[in-house]
């Protein structure tokens, strides 16, 4: 017999660990009982007060709102800032990239803070609206990253041979790069999206008493104790991110492959 | 160069630079970078400097005028209460940092190097994987485990072992933590490995080094970068990290995260103070990225 080494046998434990919380809440979605830690038979109540329940509906809604709003203005704010950085050269570029790494850096809570205290000085109403614009920040910074990634992988010379063969620079742009850089910009809103969707800090700074996120939500729920009904919730959104977060492996190992293919 | 004969045989297109084109090389870059500069600048750079600001102004509650400048809020940090709490809040840093490394190392290495290499893309992806659920539903998950009546004790007392109790305090702190952010620590120790040069392991056991040895003096002095970023990333989230704190640590476990965050929307309202505190903490992470720069591996700023 193939004796296991004590490292292999350490990882598996550790594989064993990360998912076993995961396990443990997806276990207790389906318990019929309420209170008690052991089983007390399948069931899938949980599931269904989850899907009747109005405010998980509409925090859903407004978390969603949030994330695809965000992610959508990031999505063409990010891209243009990767471009641009990748392509010019100017006084102050430093400083530029530095700010643009701030919200990665930075911890949410200093910058909810700071955003809430900019917002109540110049007398903006909190909402959604509020919500929406500071989680800009982060989404573009993230998925300028990725894209700037992809872009400092790629052939520079591209796009000039395009501007050579007579393309204008919104055709190069357009016909050359985007394509290019097409994989990295999804899979940076992926990204996006999930961060959009699990901030919890800046959205409660920001949101003011018009709007509750999905996490607020469920903060407000689990921090008075366990709820099976917030096991069934975790389940779904588990799963959820898992398959954005499969979708974005894939999109990214896809891109590799083709550009090893080159 | 493929491409400058066709540029040299194109003289009717160089030799005019025309103002438009001047125009639209200074134009573009404005168009690309300015709208994402714009927002960083609004929502980011002067929030920031505005908290700077109200940190200077003791005891600024919403809706009072501001009184005289101050360093009141900067004393305020060296009561012993909040002493004890800037404490706390290192511990949980260092104590998450020394666990990750502890456990991410192994499991880098077995991936990087033990593992088959064909596998080694899917086991990383997978290890990583949870990073991409909700950090809320994963601390809330400990929950369930660790409760009186939790997961934790019922596989105790089948075992036959007396129950812990184990929540709301900061061993529970610490277990959410290390849980949340051992797969930054895993990915950027598994970048460090991956590029081992495996011929200075073979030269090291060549030359009669038993495999202690070998790792002791090889495998770690080379993955040393790794080891400085992965360790500082993970101090840096968990110094700043709200909800591990919050719903696993109990009324014990104030940290600086909670603390500022009971200055602006808890019991406690003190905006000056609350931002004297984040101003403190973006301070010491500050310092943690230009250790970080000056002394990480350079490839993997993009993590």
């Known amino acids: 017999m193939k004796r296991i080494s004590w490292q292999t046998l350490f990882t598996w434990i550790m594989f064993a660990f990360m998912y076993f919380p995961i396990l443990v809440l997806a276990f207790y979605s389906f318990n019929a009982s309420r209170f008690s830690a052991g089983w007390e038979g399948f069931s899938l109540r949980w599931y269904a007060s989850m899907i009747q329940d109005q405010r998980i509906l509409s925090a859903l809604q407004d978390s969603l709102t949030v994330a ?195 | 160069m493929a491409v400058s004969p066709s540029s040299a045989s194109t003289p009717v297109q160089t030799s005019s630079p025309s103002i438009a084109n001047r125009l639209s090389r200074l134009v573009q870059p404005l168009l690309l970078l300015a709208p994402a500069g714009v927002w960083l600048l609004l929502l980011l750079v002067i929030p920031t400097l505005m908290i700077l600001n109200i940190s200077l102004i003791p005891g600024l509650r919403p809706g009072e005028i501001p009184g005289a400048y101050g360093l009141g809020n900067f004393l305020r ?25 502890l456990l991410g190392f192994p499991v880098a290495y077995w991936i990087a190097l033990l ?60 277990i959410g933590l290390s849980y949340s952010f051992l797969p930054y620590m895993v990915l950027i120790l598994y970048a460090s490995l991956e590029k081992l040069d495996r011929r200075l392991l073979e030269a090291a056991a060549d030359l009669g080094a038993n495999a202690r040895q070998a790792f002791l003096k090889v495998t770690v002095p080379q993955t040393l970068p790794g080891i400085a970023a992965g360790s500082l990333l993970v101090f840096i989230i968990s110094l700043g990290d709200f909800i591990a704190p919050e719903l696993l640590g109990g009324a014990s476990s104030m940290t600086i995260a909670r603390l500022i965050y009971n200055q602006f929307l808890g019991a406690t309202r003190n905006w000056g103070f609350g931002s004297a505190l984040s101003m403190i903490l973006i301070l010491a992470v500050s310092l943690a990225i230009a250790l970080l720069l000056k002394y990480g591996d350079r490839d993997i700023e993009s993590y």
């Open chain 2, 77 to 101: 940090i060296f009561d012993p209460i909040n002493l004890r709490v800037m404490g706390r809040s290192l511990y949980f840093a260092i104590g998450t940092t020394i666990i990750c490394l």
């Open chain 1, 68 to 262: 695809i709003a965000a992610v959508a203005v990031s999505a063409v704010l990010g891209t243009m800032m990767a471009v641009g950085l990748a392509k010019f050269r100017f006084p102050g570029k430093s400083l530029y990239r530095g700010v643009s790494y701030l919200p990665l850096i930075v911890p949410d809570i200093a910058i909810a803070v700071a955003t809430l205290v900019f917002l109540a000085s110049i007398g903006l109403a909190l909402s959604l609206w509020t919500v929406i614009a500071a989680h800009i920040v982060f989404c573009l910074a993230y998925i300028a990253i990725v894209v700037s990634t992809r872009l400092s992988g790629l052939n520079p010379h591209l796009e000039e041979a395009a501007l050579d063969l007579g393309a204008n620079p919104f055709q190069a742009f357009m016909k050359v790069l985007l394509p290019e850089i097409a994989p990295a910009i999804v899979s940076g809103c992926l990204l996006a999206f999930v961060l959009s969707m699990d901030d919890f800090l800046i959205s409660s700074f920001t949101a003011g008493g018009g709007a509750t996120t999905l996490p607020m939500e469920i903060f407000s729920r689990v921090r008075t104790g366990v709820k099976p009904d917030m096991n069934a919730l975790s389940v779904v959104l588990i799963l959820a991110s898992g398959a954005l977060a499969f979708a974005s492996e894939y999109i990214r190992y896809r891109s590799e492959q083709r550009r090893l293919g080159q």
């Open chain 2, 115 to 174: 593992s088959p290499p064909r596998w080694r893309n899917l086991l990383l992806v997978a290890f990583v994987l949870p990073l991409w659920t909700s950090s809320l539903l994963r601390d809330y998950a400990w929950i369930t485990i660790l409760r009186p009546t939790g997961v934790l004790n019922s596989l105790l007392g089948a075992i036959g072992l007396p129950p812990q109790s184990l929540l709301n305090t900061g061993t529970a702190v610490i």
